[in-house]
């Protein structure tokens, strides 16, 4: 399998600005993390809040303005699903508007073969065409989290990150959005860079997993192994929490 | 809670202040000879006496200054600081003994130096053209004979110089705080001011002549028409001039109106250098289309004294009733003139008057009705007085503009060498060699009679010639509260107080 | 404190810019020399003045040498009147400054509590009405209630003569009394605006859950408002005030010339219309320094009441 | 499938402010251009016979010094006040919109910059602006827009400002960042379309503000000219009327321009109300 993701020594810190009462200080948010993303495969990342996932999937998305080390990409335009989709979807725009801006930026094809990507994209993400002239305010956390799914999906990326996609929605809401993407991972030979604090999620999608403590990777390995022999004292205590 | 408690100790102490403020003020103006004297502009420049541009200043200033000779309310000239003057066959050398025992206001001896060294620095400081060109032009010297004779020698005649030595005002030789602290010679003498509130003249008790009635005369500055209308119903002041015929109507019994001119001419005056203004059918087009009544009836309520030339009445013998209805309104003739000129359907006239003077801007926008009945398409545009200054007087880019133009001294010339063609003064571009030549003459002849004729002769040429359109001395309505006597009224724009003082 | 010594050089910067503007202005709009002269100006009178005033050297030397006085403390001599500029601006600025800080005072007596008082009454008929009647009162232009109250408490109940102002060299109480009503003029529009928004955010500050657990310990509406809510609700007006601080002094200028108040206002207008650029100068640099300074203090309180409000 | 909310249809429903204001907006607007076509009377026609008449049924609204009938004037002249309203309110509210996405947008120097030049028009004393422009054009109406229009940058720019820098930092910003969407492709069509709801009160307050604004420039003798008539400018012609014996000539015309501003104002509260 040929890697499409390479990530060697990545150092990030957050210096909070000195006000009239606080004196400046620094943060380090992760400390040395390298790894490698192979094409089809589905990497998770678990953590608890505040142990740098975010910041990690932030700086792999090229959305973070200053880190040490490098990211390389393999494939063209990587595409993200954020944990709540309300902020990620605009509110003032119709969702086929949403959903034909990205082809309109890459301008290669002409309004009926736009129309038909959209159409089919919506079928697969089991929504149907009347949504199309609908505003975000009137669908619900589970459609809007199709729907940006399917934003994310019609540019035919090859790597999708996924921060905390499921855990803003209800638990029945949560298991269809998993299938989905399991689903869509298989029809388009997507590979997945997959964030989550709940070690069960990661169980149900990925195919390896990385443990990340305080900013640092603390183990490695196939999820199996992971869940029957787990090495590191953290990733015992994230299993025993999950079930 | 803080909040509520500051806002009540807030409204008991303006309720405080209120009690304070409410006690009527009682009237004890009348017992002390004090009057307060409402203006429309504060006197805004330097109070020297060579300085005196704005007509706002000049006629306060009346008061605190004099000359070797002083002009009276009915025109003529009265000796003042000079009590004799002899003057040479040739009119060229003029010998002035001056009066005894006059004093300055800071209380120096008047002497022949101190006229000496006034004549010198008024002709070196003045930015008044007219009374520089003849200190400069027609004066050869002026010397001290001895401590109580001055003899000014002159390069040709000048019928008229006497009034230029009325406007030269004398102060003590040396005195360096003219701009800020004027002394004179005049029944008042300067105390203080407030920029933009109030100047304070008390009587001057060692005055040479008949001592002021009034102890004390404060100036007070109305900027706003309507803060001026408010203090006279509320009963702040005791005497305003120059109210429009508005500000006079339906104002309380507490005060008399009295009724002058503005002394100066009000016209829609003409830039001869522009087409298609420079065509004289057209001009006199306009004369015909303008009804003077008319404007006067609606601008103020037909108070004001029409003129046909470039003179006022209160001129006397100079000014030629006769021509005040050379044009008598006919807008058939004005059609068929504009139509010989070339402009059957009229042309695009733009009125410009300056903004800070009301009545030439309410003039402008009637004139402006009254020429478009005969397809004149006449547009009014005010603009700042600073800039009509330099840009409309100075600079002439005008077609046509409303001004009114008075007389700073008692001479004919006042009035009319603004018309001569090459006149440093001539606004409105209008040259004639008739009107040069007859204007001239008259100027170079000492004979009073012959030289009045001249003048007339030239107003009717300025009248036929159309230079402009001459409209009206507009009415000047003064209010004085009632008691409040002795007021009169000069030809001159200056506003004496000596007079006036309170009925026993 | 490195924010706040960032915020003081660009105000400095802001300053100089606008003093240069100001004086550069003038060569646009002409120079004193046509009011001086009048309609005796002769084209080699006005040359020969220009030249003694030393009109005609060069802008930037002319606004160096100004400024170069004016840092010594030497804010020159009008070309005009030709006295000390510092001596005719003086007591006029504390004319003006006074009538605003009435005016401010006046805003914040009447419109804290009344917009605490219609909080609590909200949709109420009488919050309806006086949320009408605010509409109204910000609709009308100043100097048209200026007439107004002229008019009303002028000549009809006579409460005070119009057109007298009493100097407070000459008696305090009398001085504020007769301030009252300029003041009153200049605040009437703005109290209307401070009740509203501060109704609004009152109501919004009641809405926010850290209320609610005040309710459940027992608060009263009104005394939640009060301990609470108030001061968080404050926070917008803050900031509404200082912007308005600047604007009331702009405003103040057509209600000083209606009340013949001698405040900075009309002293700026009418050197303006006189191009007495010494005493223009000196009034638009003060003018600008209070503008940024009630910014300055607007963005500081802001940051003390709210330190969420990133700078 | 999820309950969809139906969007509500009528937004006049039960917000009292946008029915009056939109009710008062709409007949101003219907009188001021019926005024621009008819007039009872010749607005600009004196006549000495009719000269200062009260409120009749022949002069609804009286007549003034000049004997022009008031009403048509006022009709007439609310043209004028609108058109310098508009005017102001698209120049400075595009220009504010412009500047305000920049600052919002990109931060940093631009911001910095952009902010200061705001800071310095909002120092800058109003009359002095006034008469550069006076000097530089032709003036009358045009003066008094690019006046009223460089002064109302500011207050735009302040408020689109604030709005730019808090949806920028919403996610789906950063989507069409990631999308391939360049900066000004994203505020031209990503954020602006969030901002105009809080434009459109910013706008109507504007309307409010130019109004005055107008009002007080002829107050001040800086604004239109005798010729180019208008509410400001009849207000000014009015002031000394008030206490002579025609107070309906100021009143009148007081009562058309707050009844204008009252419209604007009430228009821009439903409109933030209808946001909220």
């Known amino acids: 399998m040929d890697k499409i993701l390479e990530v060697r020594d990545l150092n990030v810190s957050y210096t909070t600005e000195g006000t009239l009462f606080r004196k400046k200080e620094v943060q380090k948010v992760l400390k040395d993390v390298s790894f490698d993303l192979y094409a089809g495969e589905a990497l998770g990342l678990v953590g608890g809040s505040g142990s740098g996932k975010t910041t990690l999937a932030r700086a792999v998305l090229g959305l973070l303005p200053r880190y040490e080390g490098t990211v390389t990409h393999y494939t063209p335009r990587p595409q993200v699903i954020f944990q709540d989709p309300s902020s990620a979807l605009n509110p003032a725009r119709t969702v086929g508007w949403i959903m034909e801006e990205p082809l309109l930026i890459h301008g290669k094809y002409d309004a009926p073969e736009r129309r038909r990507r959209i159409l089919a994209m919506l079928e697969q993400v089991g929504l149907s065409e009347e949504y199309l002239d609908r505003h975000p305010s009137e669908l619900s956390g589970g459609q809007k989290q199709r729907v940006l799914i399917a934003a994310a999906l019609i540019v035919r990326p090859r790597l999708v990150v996924a921060d905390e996609p499921v855990s803003a929605l209800d638990v029945t809401i949560q298991a269809q959005i998993l299938k989905l993407l399991a689903e869509m991972r298989r029809r388009h030979g997507l590979s997945y860079l997959f964030i989550s604090h709940d070690m069960n999620v990661v169980y149900q999608l990925c195919d390896r997993v990385m443990v990340m403590q305080e900013g640092r990777i603390v183990e490695t390995g196939a999820i199996d192994e992971i869940f029957q022999h787990p090495k590191h004292p953290y990733t015992r205590q994230l299993i025993e929490a999950a079930n | ?504 | 404190m490195r924010y706040i010594g960032k915020k003081l050089l660009t105000l400095l910067a802001t300053l100089l810019a606008v003093s240069f503007l100001s004086y550069a202005a003038f060569e646009m709009i002409g120079d004193p020399v046509a009011t001086i002269l009048g309609t005796n100006a002769t084209p080699e009178a006005a040359a020969q003045l220009r030249a003694d005033m030393g009109l005609d050297r060069p802008l930037p030397l002319r606004y160096g040498e100004w400024l170069w006085h004016f840092m010594g403390g030497d804010m020159g001599t009008s070309y005009i009147y030709r006295l000390p500029v510092r001596e005719m601006i003086g007591e006029k600025l504390a004319v003006t400054l006074i009538m605003t800080l009435m005016a401010v005072i006046l805003t914040v007596a009447v419109s804290v509590p009344a917009g605490a008082w219609l909080a609590r009454r909200e949709g109420r008929p009488v919050d309806k009405v006086f949320t009408v009647l605010n509409q109204i009162l910000m609709a009308v232009p100043p100097f048209f209630v200026a007439v107004l109250l002229t008019v009303v408490f002028g000549l009809l109940l006579r409460v005070f003569t119009p057109g007298r102002f009493v100097p407070y060299t000459e008696s305090w109480p009398l001085f504020l009394f007769y301030m009252i009503f300029p003041a009153l003029s200049v605040a009437l529009p703005r109290i209307a605006m401070t009740t509203k928004m501060l109704r609004a955010s009152a109501l919004e500050e009641l809405g926010r859950d850290y209320i609610l657990t005040a309710y459940s310990r027992g608060h009263s509406r009104r005394s939640a408002l009060k301990a609470h809510a108030l001061k968080n609700a404050m926070l917008p007006v803050v900031t509404f005030l200082a912007a308005n601080a600047a604007e009331m002094l702009a405003g103040g200028i057509v209600i000083e010339q209606l009340f013949s108040v001698p405040g900075i206002g009309r002293l700026l207008l009418s050197s303006i219309g006189t191009r007495d650029i010494p005493v223009v100068e000196a009034i638009v640099l003060i003018l600008a320094v209070w503008v940024m300074l009630i910014h300055l203090i607007g963005d500081i309180l802001g940051q003390i009441l709210d330190p969420r409000v990133r700078l | 499938m999820a309950k969809q909310p139906v969007k509500n249809k009528n937004p006049f429903a039960g917000n009292w402010f946008l029915t009056a204001g939109a009710a008062i907006t709409v007949f101003m607007i219907l009188f001021t251009l019926l005024g621009q076509i008819w007039t009872p009377y010749d607005p600009s026609l004196p006549d000495e016979n009719a000269m200062s008449l009260a409120p009749s049924p022949a002069h609804w609204f009286g007549t003034d010094s000049f004997g022009r009938d008031i009403l048509s004037r006022v009709m007439n002249g609310a043209g004028t006040t609108l058109l310098i309203a508009f005017l102001v309110v698209l120049i400075g509210g595009i220009a504010g919109v412009i500047i305000g996405s920049l600052t919002g947008y990109f931060g940093g120097v631009v911001d910095e910059v952009l902010m200061r030049i705001c800071d310095l028009i909002t120092a800058f004393p109003s009359i002095l602006l006034a008469l550069i422009i006076l000097r530089i054009m032709e003036p009358g109406v045009k003066n008094v827009v690019w006046v009223l229009a460089i002064l109302f940058v500011p207050s735009f720019a302040r408020v689109v400002r604030t709005e730019f820098a808090r949806c920028r930092t919403q996610n789906y910003v950063k989507l069409a960042r990631l999308q391939g969407a360049g900066p000004f492709r994203i505020m031209l069509r990503h954020i602006l379309p969030n901002v105009w709801p809080v434009l459109l009160p910013a706008v109507s307050i504007g309307f409010n503000n130019a109004v005055l604004a107008e009002a007080s420039m002829s107050f001040l003798g800086v604004g239109v000219s005798a010729s180019e008539v208008s509410l400001g400018r009849m207000l000014y012609d009015s002031q000394n009327t008030i206490l002579r014996g025609a107070p309906w000539y100021a009143l009148t015309v007081g009562l058309v321009i707050v009844l204008m501003i009252l419209g604007f104002s009430l228009l821009g509260e439903g409109l933030r109300q209808r946001n909220r």
Request: charged share 20%.
């Open chain 2, 1 to 504: 809670m803080k909040k509520p408690l500051v806002s009540l100790l807030l409204s008991a102490l303006l309720l405080a202040l209120c009690l304070a403020g409410c006690q009527k003020t009682g009237d004890p103006r009348r017992e002390e000879g004090v009057i307060a004297v409402g203006i429309g502009q504060d006197l805004n420049s330097s109070l020297s006496p060579y300085q005196l541009t704005t007509a706002g200043t000049r006629e306060v200033m009346f008061n605190v200054y004099e000359g070797l000779y002083k002009p009276a309310f009915d025109g003529s000239l009265v000796p003042a600081l000079a009590e004799t003057v002899a003057v040479s066959d040739d009119g060229l050398v003029y010998t002035f003994t001056l009066r005894g025992g006059v004093t300055f206001h800071n209380g120096k001896k008047l002497s022949a130096a101190d006229v000496v060294w006034s004549y010198e620095t008024c002709r070196d400081t003045t930015t008044d053209a007219n009374v520089k060109s003849i200190l400069t032009g027609t004066v050869e010297s002026v010397r001290a004979a001895d401590d109580r004779t001055v003899v000014i020698t002159l390069k040709q005649r000048d019928g008229d110089f006497l009034a230029y030595a009325a406007s030269v005002y004398i102060v003590p030789s040396g005195y360096d705080k003219l701009d800020t602290e004027p002394v004179g010679t005049g029944p008042f003498r300067y105390v203080s001011r407030k920029v933009q509130e109030e100047i304070v003249f008390a009587r001057y008790d060692s005055y040479w002549g008949s001592k002021a009635r009034l102890k004390q005369v404060t100036f007070k500055v109305y900027e706003s028409g309507t803060a001026l209308v408010m203090a006279l119903d509320a009963g702040t002041i005791d005497m305003a001039a120059h109210l429009t015929g508005a500000q006079i109507k339906g104002l309380s019994d507490r005060y008399t109106v009295l009724e002058g001119t503005m002394n100066l001419v009000q016209g829609l005056y003409l830039n001869n250098r522009v087409a298609p203004l420079n065509d004289v059918r057209v001009r006199r087009a306009l004369a015909y289309a303008i009804d003077t009544d008319q404007m006067m009836k609606l601008t103020a309520d037909g108070r004001g004294t029409k003129v046909g030339s470039a003179m006022y009445p209160a001129f006397g013998k100079y000014f030629d009733d006769s021509l005040t209805d050379l044009y008598k309104t006919d807008a058939a003739r004005a059609r068929q003139l504009l139509a010989e000129a070339g402009y059957p359907d009229g042309f695009d006239l733009t009125i410009i008057a300056p903004s800070n003077y009301t009545p030439h801007v309410d003039t402008a926008q009637v004139l402006a009705e009254q020429l478009k009945a005969v397809g004149v398409r006449a547009t009014v545009r005010e603009v700042e007085w600073n800039t009509w200054v330099s840009d409309i007087y100075a600079g002439r880019q005008f077609e046509a503009t409303v001004c009114g133009f008075d007389a700073s001294t008692m001479t004919a010339g006042a009035m009319l060498n603004r018309y001569v063609s090459d006149s440093s003064k001539n606004m409105c571009g209008f040259s004639s060699p008739e009107y040069d030549a007859l204007m001239a003459q008259a100027a170079s002849l000492n004979d009073d009679a012959r030289r009045t004729e001249l003048y007339r002769e030239a107003e009717r040429v300025l009248a036929e010639e159309c230079a402009s359109v001459f409209l009206q001395d507009m009415a000047d309505f003064v209010a004085v509260r009632t008691g409040l006597t002795g007021y009169r009224f000069y030809p001159l724009y200056v506003m004496d107080l000596s007079t006036v003082g309170w009925e026993n």
